[in-house]
């Protein structure tokens, strides 16, 4: 493809009205393919640098979410390269489960900080410290974006996407906040949950000591207090939140490594399957879109001993060709 031809098609997705909803998709499978590469990034960079406004923190928190939804394999750590740090911020497109993604635009330019990536594949788990020694505990399929040191940042602000447990140093002085695509949320020294994948409809924020306060992203900028053992869900689709009690000792085995469900969809059992596991599953939804299960399973119990019991439940036979369960 000539360089030219990319070009175009950058310049008329930018323009938004050339494309249906079905188009940006195409555009979102074309911009993530492999072929290319080089020249898409170079448009991109291109961009970029025609635009006439400043970035900020989070246009590069923005930005790497990008480059992890182009890369999804990659468990890194790395700085944000030379170029991006001084180039001026541009409305950037990538689609992922049919959202589009804006870059953040602002007039003025702050110092920026150098941000740091944590990515943790399918499969995997880990336990990382922030520069405050704040404790945090990633679950898989997620990544958690955060200053190289928290020195001349007023606030001790990570972004997230996916799941993790963060035991907060405490600092007064220095609020420590999380930022999700639906929720903030801030807190002094506490032990909390956040769980905010990009694929799911709703997230999760699960307190267990102290207190955080949930800024939930929706039109009314509504606030919410959490007290220990209450957990907000908060959805997408409605922009509203509910605040629930929960079992704490089950949340707690969960995050030790048990997989449990209470009155969960066959849909969320699989979802929690491919993370856990690193599979994907095919099978027919709407057959599948009715029932509700309550399951426990030991930590290290095998995916063949969980299919076998949900086959006996939801009645289906199954087969895992390399990487794939397929149910029928």
């Not at 323009?15 to 492999?34: C, D, I, N, T």
């Not at 930022?179 to 799911?200: C, H, M, N, R, W």
């Amino acid at each position: 493809m000539a360089a030219n031809s990319i070009r175009n098609i950058f310049r008329l997705y930018t323009h938004g009205k050339h494309f249906s909803l079905r188009g940006k998709k195409l555009f979102g499978k074309w911009l993530r393919a492999s072929d290319h590469q080089e020249e898409k990034e170079c448009q991109i960079k291109s961009l970029w640098d025609e635009a006439d406004c400043q970035s900020t923190q989070e246009t590069y928190t923005d930005w790497r979410r990008l480059q992890r939804q182009l890369h999804p394999h990659k468990k890194s750590q790395r700085l944000l390269p030379h170029w991006l740090q001084a180039a001026a911020a541009v409305v950037l497109l990538a689609i992922t489960a049919g959202s589009t993604y804006w870059l953040t635009r602002q007039h003025h330019r702050p110092e920026v900080p150098q941000l740091v990536e944590m990515f943790i594949p399918y499969g995997e788990r880990s336990n990382i410290f922030l520069p405050d020694s704040t404790e945090v505990q990633l679950n898989s399929g997620s990544l958690l974006v955060y200053p190289r040191q928290f020195d001349h940042c007023e606030t001790r602000t990570v972004y997230l996407t996916g799941e993790a447990t963060f035991r907060v140093k405490k600092n007064p002085q220095k609020p420590f906040i999380v930022k999700t695509l639906g929720v903030d949320v801030q807190a002094l020294g506490t032990v909390f949950t956040i769980e905010s994948y990009p694929d799911e409809i709703f997230s999760k924020t699960t307190l267990e000591e102290g207190s955080v306060l949930v800024s939930m992203k929706n039109p009314k900028q509504e606030t919410v207090i959490l007290e220990p053992n209450e957990q907000l869900c908060y959805s997408y689709t409605e922009q509203t939140g509910t605040v629930n009690r929960i079992d704490m000792t089950l949340f707690k085995m969960a995050r030790n490594g048990y997989l449990i469900f209470e009155h969960a969809t066959f849909s969320e059992i699989a979802d929690a399957l491919e993370r856990e596991f690193s599979v994907k599953f095919q099978y027919d939804a709407i057959r599948h879109a009715e029932g509700r299960y309550n399951l426990k399973f030991l930590p290290g119990e095998s995916l063949e001993s969980i299919l076998g019991i949900l086959r006996q439940l939801a009645g289906f036979r199954y087969k895992i060709q390399d990487n794939n369960v397929i149910i029928y």
